[in-house]
């Protein structure tokens, strides 16, 4: 049962352009979604979240917008910087587990 | 900035020996989770331990895993007879309150190679 779903499984990029990861979920009973950042051996880092009332968060280079009639959220990160290369992962939560998707390795070339 | 740490990062292991892979969360949060990835796939729950006790399971987490919090501050996750699947990085994490997004801090990981 797969609640988030991740269809890209890479994205590049250049520097200074814009990343835009999407992420699909199928079930609208939800609190939360998390986006999380994963490098090469090392545990997932919080980036960003958004509740269900809203349809839009943003932190510095980072907002996320959902789309709960589409029950399609994406990341965006602008500018990208290569140091932003990484595998990224939205999350369901809001309850006490979260529920990832299986990630988007972003390339980010200078 | 307080971080959760995990021992060891990578553990050898021959098919049939326990494992015994251990967590110190951050100090004053109180629920802990272990989740695990297999190489290419996506971050998998396994447990969720709150109040000294298992809180929610996966169907993953078997009669080979169990979870101990044996002295107030580490996190254990054991696996009584690993096999070849059981092959995976295994991420400890932990959280202060259940409310809101419930923001979990993960470890590094610990690398499990089952031979």
């Known amino acids: 049962d797969q609640q988030v779903k991740q269809n890209s499984p890479s994205l590049s990029v250049q520097e200074g352009r814009i990343s835009i990861l999407n992420c699909d979920y199928t079930?609208?009973?939800?609190?939360?979604f998390l986006w999380y950042k994963k490098y090469p051996a090392e545990g997932p880092t919080f980036l960003i979240s958004?509740?269900?009332?809203?349809d839009k968060n943003e932190d510095g280079r980072f907002t996320v917008f959902l789309n709960k009639s589409a029950k399609h959220l994406s990341l965006h990160i602008v500018p990208s910087q290569p140091g932003d290369s990484a595998v990224y992962f939205c999350a369901k939560g809001g309850s006490e587990k979260l529920v990832f998707g299986k990630g988007t390795k972003l390339t980010v070339n200078p | 900035e307080p971080e959760v740490t995990q021992t060891p990062s990578h553990q050898v292991t021959q098919m049939g020996q326990e494992v015994i892979l251990r967590c110190v969360p951050i100090s004053n949060h109180l629920y802990f989770y272990w989740y695990r990835q297999i190489l290419g796939q996506k971050v998998e729950f396994l447990v969720s331990f709150y109040n000294n006790e298992i809180s929610e399971k996966s169907e993953i987490f078997d009669d080979q895993f169990s979870v101990e919090r044996p002295d107030g501050s580490n996190f254990t996750l054991k696996i009584r007879s690993t096999k070849l699947e059981d092959s995976a990085m295994y991420f400890c994490a932990s959280s202060s309150v259940f409310s809101g997004a419930n923001v979990l801090t993960f470890g590094a990981g610990s690398r499990l190679t089952v031979l």
């Open positions: 079930n609208s009973m939800f609190d939360y």
């Open positions: 958004i509740s269900s009332i809203k």
